[in-house]
Antibody
Framework: EVQLVESGGGLVQPGGSLRLSCAAS????????MSWVRQAPGKGLEWVSAISGSGGSKHYADSVKGRFTMSRDNSKNTMYLQMNSLRVEDSAVYYC??????????????WGQGTLVTVSS | QTVVTQEPSLTVSPGGTVTLTCASS?????????PNWFQQKPGQAPRTLIY???NKHSWTPVRFAGSLLGGKAALTLSGVQPEDEAEYYC??????????FGGGTKLTVL
């Protein structure tokens, strides 16, 4: 059974940093691209970033480019999102999502349950 | 700035048929946009229904169908059930791994 479990969310002040993790199980982690998607309270979904199965390709939404860094450790079946220079508008539930292939960012199948990030003073 | 547009809300009667659409401000949506469709119920994570325009996952009910319709991606629900009441989001691929979600359609079954 595929499982994606996010962790690392919490309350942080504007300008601060936070690192989210997504622990994966139930599939061969290195064979699949992964993404982060966020949802602000009461709002719609926003794609944040994606990484290929090997970790060699990374892509970011313009809203987080230069501030967020995505990485993965295939030996630990875990993906990360390092978030720096956080803004109030980054407050959201952050979901990790699995794609069906190593480069097929656009074919999403499984989702985690999300972790809440609140940026506030 | 590219925008993906969905109907904000739709209402359908149980047993009825409804089509949700997903348009791109850049022009006609084609299969090269690899449209995905997701269902989200209150307090839950999204669930993927459709990928690459019309392909279903093993858990996608038969009554859900994806297609291209009049230059848009479309999700048609046939024989709507009360449990289909939810928010539905489309996702389009713009190349270079740039992905955009639509604003979502709130589907009411009434």
């Amino acid at each position: 059974e595929v499982q994606l479990v996010e962790s690392g969310g919490g309350l942080v002040q504007p300008g601060g940093s936070l690192r989210l993790s997504c622990a994966a199980s139930g599939f061969t982690f290195s064979n699949n691209a992964m993404s982060w998607v966020r949802q602000a309270p009461g709002k719609g979904l926003e794609w944040v970033s994606a990484i290929s199965g090997s970790g060699g390709s990374k892509h970011y939404a313009d809203s987080v480019k230069g501030r967020f860094t995505m990485s993965r450790d295939n030996s630990k079946n875990t993906m990360y999102l390092q978030m720096n220079s956080l803004r109030v508008e980054d407050s959201a539930v952050y979901y990790c999502a699995k794609s069906t292939g190593s480069e097929s960012f656009y074919k999403v199948d499984y989702w985690g349950q999300g972790t809440l990030v609140t940026v506030s003073s | 700035q590219t925008v993906v547009t969905q109907e904000p809300s739709l209402t359908v009667s149980p047993g009825g048929t409804v089509t949700l659409t997903c348009a791109s401000s850049t022009g006609a949506v084609t299969s090269s946009y690899y449209p995905n469709w997701f269902q989200q119920k209150p307090g839950q994570a999204p669930r993927t229904l459709i990928y690459s325009t019309s392909n279903k996952h093993s858990w996608t009910p038969v009554r859900f169908a994806g297609s291209l319709l009049g230059g848009k991606a479309a999700l048609t629900l046939s024989g709507v059930q009360p449990e289909d009441e939810a928010e539905y989001y489309c996702l389009l691929y713009y190349g270079g791994a740039q992905l955009l979600f639509g604003g979502g359609t709130k589907l009411t079954v009434l």
